[in-house]
């Protein structure tokens, strides 16, 4: 399997088009308004305590309308300040006006909005979400268990708030959902060197998933900053049987390893021997000469020297 017919050229998954985008909603600092609001309250508490004091000294007529407007001005103020919302820096609010989207106030500090609006917090802060070791086949249906961490944020809060229902929820599942179908588009380990496989080429293998997940999730407004595995390995049921392979596969690397420096080791030494011509040597005397140094070099233990006290022929 190749990567120019495998996840490189899979489509990523369409998502419905988002209805509603980010806009700034219409907002005044708080402060002015909180002043406004108190200097409402009490010139219609003085109003009302004031006009009670003409009621009682004989003109009831006056002093009924400051009561009236003394009251009225304490409820319009109390009306008004309903209007404050407290923004922390990373926090958004989304303004809707009678269930209509009217913008969202992203200025930290203070802010006065319509009262009559509702208003929804919601954080733009940097999250991480990780998902539980999620077992799967991969390619070669190996059975595989694998986990990984996602870092994202809230990039349009409208579209996080109205085209999804839960937008926690939905990043959740389709971070499990874009991590299994990974695992199943390649193998652990690749059979050919040239194929890519989870173990051998994480980097390619993680840009991959970030892009799937960016695809998935962006209709909720989110951006992936980041997506990494944080656990690989094979199921527990054949965790041993791969284990000795990936050692066979290692002792076989390490042999060829070990040959082909021994042959060129003996290969230099023949050379320079024939070169200095101080010994000189038939063929036979260069075979024996050539399999004795293959022994001494390819062997995984200590050679035992035999002294021959006769000649290389008896």
Not at 69 to 92: D, H, K, T, W, Y
Not at 195 to 212: C, M, P, Q, V
Not at 286 to 299: D, F, H
Request: net charge negative; charged share 20%; hydrophobic share 45%.
């Amino acid at each position: 399997m190749s990567d120019d017919t495998t996840p490189a050229a899979r489509e990523l998954p369409a998502m419905p088009r988002p209805r509603v985008s980010e806009k700034p909603a219409h907002s005044v600092p708080g402060v002015l308004a909180l002043l406004l609001g108190l200097a409402g309250l009490l010139v219609g508490a003085g109003s009302a305590i004031g006009g009670a004091g003409l009621a009682s000294g004989g003109s009831g007529g006056v002093g009924a309308v400051l009561i009236v407007l003394g009251v009225l001005l304490v409820i319009g103020s109390v009306f008004a300040m309903a209007g404050l919302n407290m923004v922390a820096p990373g926090e958004a609010r989304v303004v809707q006006l009678f269930g209509r989207y009217t913008g969202t106030v992203r200025e930290d500090g203070l802010r006065w909005v319509n009262p009559l609006t509702t208003r929804k917090k919601v954080s733009t802060r940097v999250r991480n979400h990780e998902t539980a070791v999620l077992k799967v086949n991969d390619a070669y249906g190996n059975p595989v268990e694998l986990a990984a961490v996602v870092v994202w944020q809230v990039e349009d809060t409208a579209q996080a708030v109205f085209e999804v229902d839960d937008f926690l929820e939905f990043v959740s599942t389709q971070t499990e959902a874009a991590v299994r179908h990974i695992a199943i588009e390649y193998p652990y380990d690749a059979h050919d060197e040239h194929d890519l496989s989870l173990r051998g080429n994480a980097e390619e293998i993680t840009e991959k998933l970030a892009a799937e997940l960016t695809a998935r999730v962006r209709a909720a407004g989110v951006r992936i900053i980041e997506s990494r595995f944080t656990h690989l390995a094979y199921a527990p049921e054949i965790a041993a049987a791969m284990l000795q392979r990936q050692q066979a596969g290692a002792v076989v690397a390490a042999r060829r390893t070990i040959v082909e420096g021994a042959c060129g080791m003996v290969e230099d030494a023949v050379a320079r021997i024939a070169a200095q011509d101080f010994v000189e040597l038939d063929e036979e005397r260069k075979a024996t000469m050539v399999g004795n140094l293959l022994v001494v070099l390819c062997g995984d233990r200590s050679p035992q020297p035999v002294l021959n006290t006769g000649s290389l022929y008896q």
